[in-house]
């Protein structure tokens, strides 16, 4: 007989009542809003859903190498016209020159508690943003509990291929940092040795406001109040904002002498 399935999860600790609030307060920190943002948005939708993920915690290895850019100082002849002396004259400046070298090295980080969401979620980009949870204070699941539990789509093998993928692109990542920033990385598989995976749903509030007759989708951490959304943006705000950008650019080239005015 098979051992029954154990799963946990966060309980809300952000009641549907400061959701409004906690909206408000972020659109009116969107400097590209229209000045009415705040004002004049009213929720349509919202819903208390419990997302599954999967939750790893494991050790990795990756082995890369690749290349970078390296700079060194070189010494550079040039000839050119002395107005004192009336004639072309031969000189010498150091000068910045780049060459690419191989690198390779081998990174070793333990992941706790790494994220893998159980369902092909529209919203990803925006459950992201709202991060982090505090799985040190998960519960076991019982039945009966309230809110909407969204059942796991992706199954243990796939979410665990998922994971290797999002431990390879942080080991890469970690790479490149450790490389100086611009290096070009290459990293087979992982090595992995996991100590526990854990199934368990997050707390999060999906919803939907209205504004001028447009509806923009929103998602709030149930635990922290993290929110994420999209907004309108005010047209005018934005061409002011891209005319400082070209003044500025324009100002930097005058001071550098690129170009005279």
């Not at 789509?153 to 490389?179: K, P, S």
Request: net charge negative; charged share 15%; hydrophobic share 40%.
């Amino acid at each position: 007989m098979a051992e029954p399935i154990i799963e946990y999860y966060l309980p809300f600790e952000i009641p549907e009542e400061n959701v409004d609030n906690i909206l408000r307060t972020w659109l009116g920190t969107r400097s590209l809003a229209p000045g009415d943002l705040v004002e004049a948005s009213q929720i349509t939708s919202i819903v208390n859903n419990y997302i599954p993920v999967y939750l790893y915690t494991a050790a990795a290895t990756g082995v890369y190498n690749g290349t970078k850019s390296v700079s060194y100082m070189d010494t550079e002849t040039y000839t050119e016209y002395d107005s004192v002396s009336k004639s072309t004259v031969t000189r010498t400046r150091s000068v910045t020159r780049y060459r690419t070298v191989p690198v390779a090295g081998t990174i070793y980080l333990n992941f706790e508690n790494e994220m893998v969401y159980g369902i092909q979620h529209t919203q990803f980009m925006k459950l992201n943003a709202i991060r982090p949870y505090d799985f040190v204070n998960l519960q076991q699941l019982q039945k009966g509990l309230p809110g909407n539990f969204i059942p796991f789509a992706i199954q243990e093998t796939e979410g665990y291929q998922l994971f290797v993928e999002q431990v390879r692109t942080i080991l890469i990542n970690d790479a490149i940092m450790r490389e100086g920033g611009s290096a070009n990385i290459f990293m087979d598989i992982p090595v992995l040795q996991v100590s526990n995976m854990v199934r368990a749903f997050i707390p999060v509030w999906e919803g939907a406001y209205k504004y001028k007759e447009l509806e923009y989708p929103f998602v709030v951490n149930g635990r922290n109040g993290n929110i994420d959304s999209e907004y309108s943006k005010s047209a005018a705000k934005q061409a002011l904002l891209y005319l400082l950008i070209i003044g500025g650019c324009i100002a930097l080239l005058v001071f550098l002498g690129i170009i005279q005015i």
